[in-house]
């Protein structure tokens, strides 16, 4: 699933292509606002949320889309041929390009005022301009709650806690700093300093078109744990880690793969 830094520079191109001018497309391929209509309203911004996106465009509305696993956008000049079959689930477009949401796991249509129906039960955005490491760090605490066995690998990926963080920068965050995803949160030392790790983390990220933590962004080299499972560790030397955290057997899939090397995030 594409992480906050992905859909942060989503939001970037759609805010070029799409903000301040006019509709002249609209076409939601969703059974619930098939109906809908845009054209003729002005495109205010597009911002991003987490992992989520918001566009909204005069006389009070807001386009909410979230990408989930295979969603992305595409923007072409206008008249372009739009990609064939029925994978395209919503098209904004003006006089000069066009917007192609293609695979979009949510579409929604909302009034502007309302959009914390779809983004109130956020967690603080990593990549926002309202970031508060110690709100994140307090939310994270929260949800420990009582149970010892509520493990910071899980608790990184609830986006109620901090939001756009996933599975690549949950792997990096926890390799830096030196802490299992099975540590218990409660004994997690310092949970402001690790939510304000993530939060760097995904800042550099959001200037880059590839993920890279070690700041080595030769293909195969810019992570240190995420996709390297039964590899060596970059800086130990001990076979890397892969498993899956969190959720039942039947609900394992790839969004809930963890990998950590176990001699430099010991147990």
């Known amino acids: 699933m594409p992480e906050g830094d992905a859909v942060y520079r989503t939001a970037v191109r759609l805010r070029a292509a799409l903000d301040g001018r006019v509709l002249t497309r609209s076409d939601f391929r969703v059974p619930k606002h098939a109906t809908a209509d845009l054209t003729g309203r002005t495109v205010i911004e597009t911002v991003s949320r987490g992992k989520h996106l918001l566009t909204r465009v005069d006389g009070g509305l807001t386009v909410h889309t979230h990408l989930r696993m295979d969603g992305s956008w595409r923007v072409f000049p206008a008249g372009r041929r739009l990609p064939p079959g029925d994978v395209v689930r919503l098209v904004l477009g003006n006089a000069a390009q066009v917007a ?14 309302r959009e914390d129906d779809v983004v109130g039960h956020l967690g603080p955005d990593l990549l926002g301009p309202g970031w508060d490491a110690a709100l994140a760090a307090a939310r ?17 990926l609830d ?20 802490i299992s995803p099975w540590r218990p949160v409660a004994r997690v030392d310092d949970l402001e300093r690790l939510a304000d790790l993530a939060h760097r983390l995904l800042m550099a990220g959001r200037e880059r078109a590839a993920t890279v ?7 195969g080299r810019g992570t240190w744990v995420y996709g390297r499972g039964g590899r060596p560790c970059r800086r130990c030397g001990t076979r890397v880690g892969v498993t899956h955290l969190g959720g039942a057997p039947a609900a394992r899939s790839p ?13």
Request: a neutral charge.
């Open 140 to 156: 994270l605490a929260a949800w420990a709650g009582p149970g010892a066995e509520n493990t910071i690998g899980e608790a990184l």
């Open 100 to 113: 192609v949401g293609v695979r979009l796991g949510m579409v929604d249509l909302l009034p502007t005022a």
């Open 213 to 219: 933590t070690t700041g080595d962004p030769r293909p």
């Open 255 to 267: 969004e809930r793969l963890v990998y950590w090397c176990p001699a430099c995030q010991p147990r």
């Open 159 to 178: 986006q109620r806690n901090l939001a756009g963080i996933g599975t690549i920068y949950r792997a990096e965050t926890l390799f830096l700093a030196g």
